[in-house]
């Protein structure tokens, strides 16, 4: 059965197997999302900061391997993971990166290319946001061919690594104790945790973003950084190392574009129900319901495929470049017609539809573009590589 949680915005049902312990946590994540971290999001959207509350605020929940919800092999289910990525997309977009940059993605990262002394002792710590971190891969220059570009390089010298080079979005840099750049090396390429007030980083923010705009996405230049060797991450030698860190990840975008269309769907039919035109609220007109429905088949379709990549039956990285540009087509749609509901008021950021409007075009992009993810699938599809 349905729980009451998710009773309008999951119509096919991903979320029936969530045990009573896991409804219980995102039940309270969704309560302090609705009532402490919603009502601060319009003016830091529009001033493009990022409030100092959230990142406190979310972690003091304990939202990460809480006991109860731990199963015999000692880790989350994957479907507890994925709604909880679910519910702060449905918030916004940035509350999400702000979350899951450090407690999905920079915690896997360490758990499987770090040492595994290092790996043990960070990861309580990463998991509670006492130590942070952000990963830097993209160049100003590179972007969707860095695997063939990567500049960056780091020189071994003596016991230690020199790096030169240039990083371009960076998201939560200004707020992460270490950078892990993605470096060139003599013999490959190579992963490094530099710490972010090490001489010769230097940060500037991304100025005049229209999507995540309460996410600090960082330009970062690196003249001769010096780091111990230590600091290099011994599991992590080639992008294909990387890729299979990232493996159960893959379906993180997936859950956050149903997430956001989640969001959009309960502020279009909000608005729908309230405004009034030629003498009814307008969700009574036929042409507006059309949308409303639509949204509501693209939130099911794109929630079911997040379920299912989750569930883990194929793996590899067409499923999950499929099910990605199956779901940022879906998203861009729904926040599309979402603003398109809400008149003049879908530019305005009271509404959120705006918001998730903008936001939409992040995901459309990072992740692997929309192209970059079609030749994959093409590829496969035809057994023709059609990149260069
Ligand atoms: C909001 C946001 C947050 C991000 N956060 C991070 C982060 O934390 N860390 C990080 O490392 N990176 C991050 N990125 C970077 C992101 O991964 C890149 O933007 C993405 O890989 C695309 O690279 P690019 O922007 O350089 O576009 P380009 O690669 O220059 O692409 C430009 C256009 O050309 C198309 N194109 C490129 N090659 C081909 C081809 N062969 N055939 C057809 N079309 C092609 C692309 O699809 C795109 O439409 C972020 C980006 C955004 C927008």
Known sequence: MISDLYELIDPLGSSV????????????????LDTEITPLIPAAWEAGETPESIRPTLAGLGLVDPADVLGPDGHESALYQGFRTFE????DLSVQILFNGQASMFRTLIRELAAPDRAAAWDRKIADFELTGCFALT??????????????TAVRDGDSWVINGAKKWIGNAAISDYLLIIARTEDGIGGFLVPREAPGVQLEKIEGKI????VNNAQITLADVRVPDSARLPRLNSFADINRAMRGLRADVVWTAAGMQAGILEAARSYATERVQFGKPIGGFQLVQEKLARIYANL???????????RGATD????????????????RESAAL???????????????????????????????????????????????????
């Open 17 to 32: 197997g969530l045990t009573d312990a896991e409804l219980a946590h995102l039940t309270r994540l969704r309560h302090t």
């Open 139 to 152: 160049e100003p220059d590179h972007g969707s061919d860095v695997a063939g570009g990567l500049e960056t």
């Open 338 to 388: 979402g603003r398109e509901i809400g008149g003049g008021n879908g530019v305005l950021l009271e509404h959120h539809l705006a918001r998730f409007f903008a936001d939409a075009e992040g995901v459309y992009t990072f992740e692997g573009t929309h192209e970059v993810n079609s030749l994959i699938v093409g590829r496969h599809l035809t057994g023709l590589g059609a990149f260069h």
């Open 88 to 91: 702060l997309s449905r918030c």
């Open 211 to 214: 999507a995540v705009r309460m």
């Open 316 to 331: 590899g990285v067409v499923p999950a470049s499929l099910a990605k540009l199956f779901a940022a087509q879906r998203l």
């Open 300 to 310: 099911a379709s794109t929630l079911a495929m997040a379920e299912t990549l989750t």
